[in-house]
């Protein structure tokens, strides 16, 4: 294989490889904020479950609360009623105190309600310890792959760089111009392979004899694509 086909299909394979490689760390950012909103997610989950705990006491409270004065006013109707004489005034009576047991029924079964609420909620406790837990846990992973795989991506890139400039290196001045337009234009699409006489890159086909210089190490650009084209088997 003649020189100046090592050097423009490794030039191809290195600068698709570097675009890459810098996609995904320009990528890096967005995919850390992705991650960053999954971890306040979960935060706020957790943080909703203590809230919802909270009010359930306050409304336990409270509807104790009105459950104890509901029972003094029917102490007071019930030791009313004994002392009333009039037919009138006693069913009167009578229909208060209906109406206070009525209303003590409703905050005893209100009570009930958000016990019942309530203990499910403190059993939810380390389940949702856990789920907050591992969010945490898999932020941190995510953070410490993360920094890995940026620091690999680096090193390759800087090894990567050093390769390119190196088969660059290779080229002779009158290809090295003509190289150099068209990687300014075209970046990593600059190179076609080209493969039993069809460019790879736009599927055109040149003559036998052009395929045959260009294994040969004749330097050649695409007739119709303008990329610098090399032989592959
Ligand atoms: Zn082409």
């Known amino acids: 294989?003649?020189?100046?086909?090592?050097a423009l299909r490794e030039c191809?394979?290195?600068?698709?490889?570097?675009?890459?490689l810098k996609?995904?760390?320009?990528?890096?950012?967005?995919?850390?904020?992705?991650?960053?909103?999954?971890?306040?997610?979960?935060?706020?989950?957790?943080?909703?479950h203590y809230e919802?705990?909270?009010?359930?006491?306050?409304?336990?409270?409270?509807?104790?609360?009105?459950?104890?004065?509901?029972?003094?006013?029917?102490?007071?109707l019930e030791e009313q009623l004994t002392s009333i004489s009039v037919q009138k005034e006693y069913t009167a009576k009578q229909h208060e105190i209906e109406m206070a047991r009525t209303k003590k029924g409703e905050s005893e079964d209100a009570i009930l309600a958000t016990i019942m609420e309530?203990?499910?909620?403190?059993?939810?406790?380390?389940?949702?310890?856990q789920t907050w837990a591992q969010a945490q846990a898999d932020f941190t992973q995510f953070q410490v792959e993360a920094?890995?795989?940026?620091?690999?991506?680096?090193?390759?890139?800087?090894?990567c760089t050093e390769d390119l400039?190196?088969?660059?290196?290779?080229?002779?001045?009158?290809?090295?111009?003509?190289?150099?337009?068209?990687?300014k234009a075209k970046g990593p699409d600059a190179f076609a392979a080209t493969k039993a006489r069809v460019c790879q890159a736009c599927r055109?086909?040149?003559?036998?004899?052009q395929f045959i210089a260009l294994r040969n190490g004749t330097f050649r650009t695409c007739a119709t694509c303008g990329r610098m084209q090399y032989p592959v088997e």
């Open 1 to 6: 294989m003649s020189s100046v086909t090592i």
């Open 12 to 20: 191809h394979r290195l600068r698709v490889h570097l675009r890459n």
């Open 23 to 48: 996609a995904e760390i320009d990528r890096g950012p967005r995919v850390l904020q992705d991650h960053q909103d999954e971890l306040e997610t979960a935060r706020q989950d957790h943080n909703v």
């Open 52 to 76: 919802a705990i909270t009010k359930l006491k306050l409304k336990q409270r409270e509807d104790e609360g009105t459950l104890k004065q509901t029972e003094t006013r029917l102490a007071k």
């Open 118 to 129: 309530l203990e499910e909620k403190t059993g939810a406790i380390p389940a949702v310890e």
């Open 147 to 159: 920094a890995e795989r940026l620091e690999g991506m680096k090193s390759d890139q800087g090894a």
């Open 165 to 183: 400039a190196r088969h660059e290196a290779t080229l002779l001045l009158d290809v090295k111009a003509p190289y150099d337009s068209i990687v």
């Open 204 to 209: 055109t086909s040149m003559t036998e004899s």
